[in-house]
């Protein structure tokens, strides 16, 4: 019965995401969304898992109209995170996200200066969420997050695709 619910629930998500893009295409030209990698000093990252799609992400969502980028990582990493900025989040790069369409593009911030504001409880959007190891990310890693992360620590040149 569980996995039945779990299934329903993931259909309903993938619809709806579905009609979200749908609607983001008639309405805009272009998408903007962001997400942060955001570092502790003991060598970690904070990602997290959706109910709605597979694998471990930076934390991220769109821009709204009316809103900057910043209020958009401020809001989304309360959101995603219970995490609130602390100082300045520098911008990595905008990327453009050919796999979720044509119209896509992801800011992405380094965030080393950040309050953790309590243990990010599992909820409609977000199934888990906590900081991992660098050298030890969960699996299920999205290629895109290992690719950010591995531009941001210098590993690897970066790219302008997502």
Known sequence: MRESTESLRGLRHRLLRRA??????LSRGMTLGVRAAVLDDR??????????????H?????????ETVLEALAKELREEGNLELAGPAR???????RHMSRRDHVAVFEVRHFTVLGAKQPDREIAEAGFFPLAALPDGTTPGTRR???????????SQDW
């Not at 591995?150 to 970066?158: H, K, T, V």
């Open 58 to 66: 930076l934390p991220g969502g769109g821009v709204e109209t009316g």
């Open 43 to 56: 060598a970690q990252v904070f990602l997290i898992r959706h109910t709605y799609t597979a694998g471990w």
């Open 20 to 25: 979200l893009h749908l609607y983001f295409r």
């Open 148 to 158: 950010r992360l591995a531009e941001i620590l210098g590993r690897q040149a970066p």
């Open 91 to 97: 911008l990595h790069g905008v990327f453009f996200n």
